[in-house]
């Protein structure tokens, strides 16, 4: 899927940029979501490798 | 058959863990994305334009997250990333005018071929000896070094006779220290001329010229660098968006698997001593400059098996490094280092 098919009709520019827009978007919600199970994860993890 | 976003299951998944190993290096050195995404999606029959396209629009997203990751850390210079960026810009427009100006001379696949294999391995030579240099170091009587001077120590000796000239205007860095704007234009002009020339994003030349020219520590080189990859990798994904040639599915798979790996990358910076894997760095830049040599030869002699072998020793060396960064991380919070402090 191209940014042309996700908004049919649409400018080049706007097109562009609204694919810049949803890789933003995607970003920052990855980076929100993985930092909410690092959180939850990360010290059971790093404690289970310590133990090792 | 199931499809996510246009793609197959199978090739979601594998760009999930391919985009895994590129986060892993994005975050640990700020570099590696359209060196080896691009490759990838050409070796996978992706047409030149959606390959470098998607590769510029994943690095842009990628960056994005491992700048935050840093950000955290304290490590990025906006300041001295936003000065970069004019000269950056300015480089770009310049390399690529001289790529169509090499091409309507009808030699510019050879040249741009070339001057990547020598800037791959140059670059390798650069960071292998540095390591080894260290490691001799180390092996050495030098407990001075352990002295008040410490942070200065940190700055290569190139980037410290490159700032003993105090050149004006001079600008304050981040860390306190100075350097000159003509040493941070020509080296984002520089660094823009490469990934003009070359049509890479440039973060393994932008993050050693930050170290060695600039003469910043490596943490905020890499911190620094990967938000210059935001804003060129922002500019190139526009450029490449206008043209309609960004796959979506191919950026999500890869930033779905490339923001676990760039979190776990960037976090890796804390536990694990740089020395321990500068060598490998090297290394996998000197394998991925026989690597493209490989393929450039491959096109010349017709040899589609020569592409074949240069995309495995590209992966295969970029899998070991990913791996050596993960083992070291794991030894390190086995021993129970503690994580530098974050902001």
């Known amino acids: 899927m191209t940014g042309t098919e996700l908004l049919p009709g649409a400018s080049p520019t706007v097109a562009a940029l609204a694919v810049i827009g949803l890789v933003l978007v995607e970003a920052a919600l990855l980076y929100a979501v993985y930092g909410v199970l690092e959180d939850k994860l990360a010290p059971p993890v790093f404690k289970r490798i310590q133990r090792r | 058959m199931f499809e996510l976003l246009g793609l197959s299951a199978d090739l979601f998944a594998l760009f999930v863990v391919f985009g895994f190993m590129v986060g892993v290096f994005f975050g640990f050195f700020g570099m590696g ?102 490691d001799a170091d180390a092996a050495g009587d030098e407990p001075e070094a352990e002295s008040e001077d410490a942070p200065e120590d940190d700055i290569p000796e190139i980037a410290q006779k490159i700032k003993s000239y105090e050149l004006p205007p001079m600008m304050t860095l981040a860390d306190g220290s100075e350097a000159s704007l003509w040493t941070i234009s020509g080296v984002g002009g520089g660094v823009g001329l490469v990934s003009g020339f070359l049509g890479v994003g440039g973060g393994f030349v932008r993050m050693p010229a930050i170290y060695y020219l600039i003469g910043t520590s490596l943490a905020a080189a890499v ?103 993960l083992y070291h991380g794991a030894v390190a919070v086995h021993r129970g280092r503690d994580a530098a402090p974050s902001a």
Do not use: N
């Not at chain 2, 950056?88 to 169509?100: A, H, K, Q």
């Not at chain 2, 001379?105 to 390798?124: D, E, K, Q, T």
């Not at chain 2, 500068?278 to 589609?304: H, K, N, R």
């Open chain 2, 33 to 134: 994305g359209s060196f080896l995404v691009t490759p990838a999606l050409l070796i996978l029959g992706y047409p030149a334009p959606v390959a470098i396209g998607s590769s510029m629009a994943f690095v842009f997203g990628t960056a994005v997250i491992a700048t935050l990751k840093h950000h955290d850390a304290g490590q990025v210079d906006y300041r001295l990333g936003a000065l970069m960026f004019v000269g950056i810009t300015v480089g770009i427009e310049l390399g690529s005018r001289l790529v169509f100006g090499l091409e309507v001379l009808g030699i510019a696949g050879v040249v741009v071929g070339v001057a990547y294999v020598i800037l791959l391995a140059a670059i390798g030579i650069l960071f292998t000896r540095s390591a080894l240099s260290d």
């Open chain 2, 223 to 325: 911190g620094t660098s990967l938000f210059g990859g935001l804003m060129s990798g922002g500019v190139g994904a526009f450029t490449y968006g206008r043209a309609g040639v960004i796959d979506l599915g191919i950026v999500t798979a890869l930033l779905l698997g490339s923001a676990l790996g760039a979190r776990i990358g960037s976090g890796a910076t804390a536990y694990v001593d740089e020395d321990d894997v500068t060598i490998y760095f090297g290394l996998m830049l000197l394998i991925a400059s026989l690597a493209v040599a490989l393929g450039e030869v491959s096109a010349w002699l017709a040899m589609p098996v020569l592409d074949r072998v240069s995309f495995v020793l590209l992966i295969g060396s970029a899998l070991f490094v990913c791996a050596i960064i």
